[in-house]
């Protein structure tokens, strides 16, 4: 009986490890770096006049950034070639400030606007441009590996309104549920 027990303890223990073995596989595959179904990241694409703040003036609901306002990222190089991101917002149910920073790569060329970005050690979510001011990269439409993540981004907190338009109407062709895109205010100082 004694080894029966120890029998069955091994195999519960050997059917656990493969358990969280598939489980991490499967987390780690379903971090997808690839652009949505159907959809290109633009090009050409200049990371250097990329490089810098961008504000978030929308964005498609999600928890890492849920309840957040006055949300920016700045993008710096590093001397390895993978961008800094940090991310930031005012964390209105707490009165407080909240930052992330990550890392991005290049998913392929650098002259093709897809990255991927990680903020949690070896798992990478794509960062896809979509549509951006090629002339003075003064906005960008940016999805992640899926249409549940879309991002309108621009240099100054306030976008003019022929261009919102303009990226909602763009994106909606594209699939994107834009009724349900999240208009971020921003009204604090940056700190």
Not at 99 to 122: E, M
Not at 123 to 152: C, E, K, S, T
Request: glycine letters at 8%.
């Amino acid at each position: 009986m004694k080894m029966l027990t120890s029998v069955s303890s091994a195999l519960s223990r050997i059917f656990l490890g493969a358990l969280l073995v598939a489980g991490l596989a499967i987390s780690v595959t379903s971090c997808s770096t690839a652009p949505p179904e159907g959809l290109t990241s633009v090009t050409p694409f200049d990371v250097n006049r990329y490089l810098g703040k961008w504000y978030e003036i929308a964005r498609l609901d999600h928890s890492f950034e849920r309840g957040l306002t006055d949300v920016s990222a700045t993008y710096s190089l590093k001397s390895d070639g993978s961008l800094e991101v940090i991310n930031r917002g005012f964390n209105t149910k707490k009165d407080e400030w909240k930052s992330a920073t990550g890392r991005a790569l290049f998913t392929g060329s650098q002259n093709q606007g897809s990255l991927k970005v990680s903020f949690f050690g070896p798992f990478y979510g794509g960062y896809h441009i979509l549509a951006l001011d090629q002339a003075n990269y003064q906005w960008a439409l940016v999805a992640g590996p899926d249409r549940d993540y879309l991002w309108i981004l621009a240099r100054s907190k306030v976008l003019a309104p022929a261009i919102r338009e303009q990226l909602v109407a763009e994106a909606k062709k594209m699939g994107f549920a834009t009724d349900k895109l999240i208009w971020v205010e921003h009204t604090r100082t940056d700190h």
